[in-house]
């Protein structure tokens, strides 16, 4: 009796079981889609089965592992959301910006473009400077609003480097926009562009984007740190530019300015020099403004004469002569610019005393107690000499260099036994034996005073 009982309550146990399980098989999981670990998507209808998943597509069935399987769910934004959801679990590591890159690519490819943007604008909060999130972002947009306007993204070489376009860098000239990005860019994100100061975390409307040289949008951010940059330069006064006054004195809390040292002043200087270049690219005007400030609206008086020969002739003759190159040759050698060379002394009387050595006629004749030449016609004081009192012979000659002959007796005697021997030559009387010595030529290397040329023409004269 107790066994009966016993048997056809096992039975009844087993029925009800079998009777649960073939209700449970029938009923529907409510599951449409499976993602393999590959990223690969079936969708069906999906039963979980001891071990894995059965997929049913009309009669073909096929049985996934759960090695295989990373999630299965209704939908496959449902799906999106489980597999962000493992990413966020305790234990696992974070998502790298490869992850979001990843994942954003397997929703574009299932028509999740909403969340294929979210996971761009993560990707890029960690590394703004990656080119293809930024692709792949303006390709999301595009298909979320088609009626948006295309932005074409800038045609690049071989390298990925953008053709030099015929703006330089914000419209500036070729040698600013360059010493701009070589030295002056540089020069502000080291000194100023660090965290708090004028970094991205500062207050300041004085703020410089950071930039990596081998980032994609390196330029763009470094036109909008010249855009900043140039808010703080004054065009019509440079040297007063907000900038160069906050960089002179300290400020923020320091105790010395961010340019001390010796490096800092050449740093310093450095940007006063590019202010003042953006500004004349910027201001053309300001060229002008500086060219009137020096020599203000008249023009410069001219010289009153001109030497034969064309050379300018000034009424206070200042002991320095201009002529053309290749017309002088003191030392044997030439000059391939205007030279300006100084004419014996301090102003005309040393001129004339080296015109009057030549014996040229025309020439001021010599003072016998000084040997210089004398006052007729001649203003004294190193005043100016009249342009008419400078033949071109005798320019010529000065300009050109000529020595007079050192073994001229009558040079020799002129200058050593001057009075006595010109005025009895004026006279006409021989001079007496006692004033006539034996002329003694001085030998080039002696002769310390140079002579002016003298003409064949001219000896015996005074």
Known sequence: MNLWRITTLGMTILTVTLLASSLAGDAPSGLKVVVLKTRKVLEGEIRPVTGGYTVERGSNSIMLPDEQVECAASSLAEAYQQIRTKRRLPGGRNPTVEDHQQLAEWCISYGLFQEARDEIRMALKLDPERTASRRLLMRVEEMLDPSRPVIVAPKTDSLGYQPQMVESLGGLSQATATEFSLKVHPILMNKCGLGSCHGSSTKSDFRLNTTRVGGGSHRLYAERNLATIAAHINLDDPASSPLLVSM???????????????????????????????????????????????????????????????????????????????????????????????????????????????????????????????????????????????????????????????????????????????????????????????????????????????????????
């Open 248 to 462: 002179r004195e300290a400020h923020g809390g320091m105790t010395q300015t961010p340019f001390g040292g010796s490096a800092g002043r050449q740093q310093l200087q450095l940007l006063e020099r590019w202010v003042y270049a953006y500004a004349l690219d910027r201001n053309p005007k300001l060229a002008q403004q500086q060219q009137i400030a020096q020599t203000g609206f008249g023009t410069p008086a001219k010289p009153p004469g001109r030497l034969p020969g064309g050379t300018d002739a000034s009424t206070e003759f200042s002991g320095q002569m201009q002529v053309p190159s290749g017309e002088i040759e003191p030392t044997g050698t030439m000059s391939s610019r205007n030279t300006v060379i100084s004419v014996s002394g301090v102003g005309a009387p040393g001129l004339a005393a080296g015109f009057a050595a030549t014996g040229i006629p025309g020439a001021l004749p010599l003072d016998p107690n000084s040997g210089n030449p004398s006052s007729g016609g001649l203003l004294s004081g190193g005043e100016g000499m009249a342009p008419e009192l400078l033949p071109e012979e005798v320019t010529g000659r000065m300009v050109r260099g000529a020595r007079a002959d050192a073994f001229d007796p009558d040079l020799f005697n002129r200058r050593h036994h001057g009075r006595e021997f010109i005025d009895r030559d004026r006279a006409g009387k021989p001079p007496t034996p006692s004033a006539l010595p034996v002329a003694r030529p001085v030998p080039p290397a002696a002769n310390t005073e140079p002579a002016s040329p003298v003409s064949s023409s001219s000896k015996g004269q005074p």
